[in-house]
Nanobody, 126 residues
Framework: QVQLAESGGGLVQAGGSLRLSCAAS????????MGWFRQAPGKERELVAA????????HDADSAEGQFTITRDNTKNTVYLHMNSPKPEDTADYYC???????????????????WGQGIKVTVSS
């Protein structure tokens, strides 16, 4: 069982920056694939960014390059989501997810992940 705890959410101004953190339990964090998803009211949960255990990263194809960056620190059992120049439409609940499936390419759908955090709210003001 993997437990995930998100932190760092809150209110941010459009054009600013924000870093979300997700701390994971377990002694084999380095073998987990990790992802960040988000869900806005009335919308489906969607990928923001993901990183495989091999440190191969991907992000939502609709987001601008560099807008969302995912990194991981295996020494701290933590994965980060760096949000650069967020927009009001990025307002959502953000969820951290983990998979023990050791695929080289990170999963891009919620079904690719077995474990989820409780989510954290991010509000981007205009």
């Amino acid at each position: 069982q993997v437990q995930l705890a998100e932190s760092g959410g809150g209110l941010v101004q459009a054009g600013g920056s924000l870093r979300l953190s997700c701390a994971a339990s377990g002694r084999t964090f380095g073998s987990y694939g990790m992802g960040w998803f988000r869900q806005a009211p009335g919308k489906e949960r969607e990928l923001v960014a993901a990183i495989s255990w091999r440190d191969i990263a991907t992000h939502d194809a609709d987001s601008a390059e560099g807008q969302f960056t995912i990194t991981r620190d295996n020494t701290k059992n933590t994965v980060y989501l760096h949000m650069n120049s967020p927009k009001p439409e990025d307002t959502a609940d953000y969820y951290c997810a983990a998979t023990m499936s050791r695929t080289v390419v990170p999963g891009r759908t919620p079904e690719d992940y077995e474990y989820w955090g409780q989510g954290i709210k991010v509000t981007v003001s205009s």
